[in-house]
């Protein structure tokens, strides 16, 4: 494989890029309109625009990357994360072009694609499963006594769901089939399918993935976990790993369950099996992500291993170098995701110019991005500006040393996440490991962020002000005097 396509955007592409060209592969890039003036355009040896900025139109058009790979002698695609990479449909094109697709096989893709048939495939290895229904439900009568049998709260949830969209909880059993309606609604518009089923609400979970690698010649191994329970919007805004509870017998019994998950489907590549973990450290599958994530450089940090190289030789058809007995954790990494977003407004988008932009540096941190300063945030995509990410020998001094990072990056222009993420780092339940998905909702208020003053501060304040008042009254005075005298000088010269 001499030449690879990046089917995929921003930073994403930009950190693809650099690990083929490490391994001597040529790299084409793909760019919608929005993204002419991009740094992974220009790092790219060959790049060709595919169509105007909406994704639909551009970044999503398989079709189109088919034909440029074909024109350009393209051996293989790379689809990062988000857009066509959990696209069955796009990996079996590909595939019958002759081209290879840097992931799983279009029938592990879709198999884990759905999260009913996800769990049938899992439960054949006896892997812990939330309580609930094991095909899609649509009676409201049978959904009630189900409800019953599960116990209240329940979590109705679309089987081709995430990023919370048609996913209700239920307190109550009068509004089962209210919360079913919206749920099925929702999940209908969102992805096209209307197949929901029901669990049982785990109440203040942890939300902990294990990273996996599958060769072609049946040996699959865990890269250990990552804790990623710090979330707004059901959508995840710090990581680190290894998490801050698991036990080292915990651990293993996760990444044995991980490693099963991923022979249940015939897997190949990297891949990201999810759990929740509840209060009494009880692990439950939840779902399966059939590509790259985004916090995996957390992963990289602690193992040593670039895991888009270990895609790229496992595509090649290479054996993994190493064994399960080879992977050790070294140290401790964290990282936040910067999104142009304004936690004071509910964490909403906040588009626009990147004034200033100025990235930390220093021993043991690194910044994933795909912007420079002057550069737009275009309204396409996903506001994320950048991945911070930072690597000591303990968590207490990943924590310092991202605390210090997060200082140092000067972004202006727009609003982003750093203060809210260095609010989060710091706060006593995330530094005591002692916090679960519902940190934010418990702790979070916008008023954490808005600086507040000691009562002496107040005092010094209050003379300073009083201070600057009486000068600008005394300025203004000595004005209206000179205009007086100026206009009397006049009156009197005529």
């Known amino acids: 494989m001499k030449k690879i396509l990046i089917a995929n955007r921003g930073e994403i592409a930009l950190r693809v890029m650099r690990s083929a060209k490490e391994m001597g592969i040529a790299t084409v890039a793909v760019f919608s309109e929005a993204d002419r003036n991009a740094p992974f355009v220009k790092y790219a040896d060959e790049a060709v625009c595919i169509g105007p900025a909406p994704s639909n139109q551009s970044y999503l058009r398989g079709d189109k990357i088919i034909e440029i790979c074909k024109e350009l002698g393209v051996e293989g695609i790379h689809p990062g994360y988000g857009f066509l990479s959990e696209n069955a449909a796009f990996a079996e094109l590909a595939e019958k072009f002759g081209i290879t697709f840097i992931g799983p096989k279009p029938h592990s893709i879709e198999v884990m694609g759905s999260k009913l048939a996800a ?6 290895y006896n892997i812990p499963m939330v309580p609930g229904t094991e095909d899609a439900i649509a009676n409201v009568e049978e959904a009630k006594k189900v409800a019953i049998e599960v116990g209240l709260p329940i979590l109705i949830k679309a089987s081709a769901g995430g990023g919370g969209k048609g996913m209700r909880i239920v307190e109550h059993i009068d509004d089962v089939a209210e919360q079913m309606e919206r749920a099925i609604s929702e999940a209908q518009n969102a992805f ?4 929901v089923f029901i669990e049982r609400y785990v109440s203040g979970p942890r939300h902990i993935e294990i990273q996996i690698l599958a060769d072609t010649h049946g040996n699959v191994v865990y890269l250990f976990e990552r804790e990623c329970s710090i979330q707004r919007r059901h959508q995840k805004v710090v990581e680190e ?3 801050s509870i698991l036990t080292p017998a915990l651990r293993e019994a996760m990444g044995k369950s ?9 897997y190949v590549g990297a891949g990201t099996v999810e759990f929740l973990l509840d ?3 009880n692990f439950y599958f939840l779902e399966m992500n059939t590509r790259l994530q985004v916090e995996h450089p957390v992963t990289e940090c602690i193992t040593g291993i670039d895991l888009v190289q270990e895609q790229i030789k496992i595509a090649r058809g290479e054996k993994l170098s190493f064994t399960q007995e080879d992977l050790t954790i070294h140290g401790h990494a964290l990282e936040i995701r910067v999104y142009a977003e304004d936690p004071l407004n509910n964490f909403l988008p906040d588009i626009g110019k990147l004034n200033t932009y100025k990235r930390p540096q220093g021993p043991g941190v690194r910044v994933d991005d795909g912007f420079e300063e002057g550069m737009e945030i275009p309204i396409y995509y996903d506001p994320m500006i950048s991945k911070l990410i930072v690597h ?3 968590r207490e001094q990943a924590i310092a040393r991202m605390t210090r990072a997060i200082a140092e990056y000067q972004i202006s222009g727009v609003k982003t996440t750093l203060d809210f993420c260095s609010w ?5 339940a995330f530094k005591s490991g002692k916090f679960d998905t519902h940190f934010v909702k418990h702790y979070f208020k916008p008023e954490v962020l808005t600086p507040s003053f000691s009562n002496s501060e107040k005092e010094i304040a209050a003379v300073l002000a009083e201070t600057i008042l009486t000068a600008n009254k005394n300025t203004n005075q000595k004005t209206e005097d000179v205009l007086q005298s100026d206009s009397n000088w006049k009156r009197n010269r005529n």
């Open 192 to 195: 096209g399918d209307g197949s």
């Open 392 to 394: 000591a020998a303990t």
């Open 424 to 428: 989060a780092i710091n706060h006593d």
């Open 119 to 124: 769990k049938n495939a899992a439960r054949k």
């Open 279 to 281: 209060d009494q450290m």
């Open 241 to 243: 790993a290894p998490s």
């Open 258 to 266: 991980a490693c099963d998950v991923a022979r249940s489907c015939d």
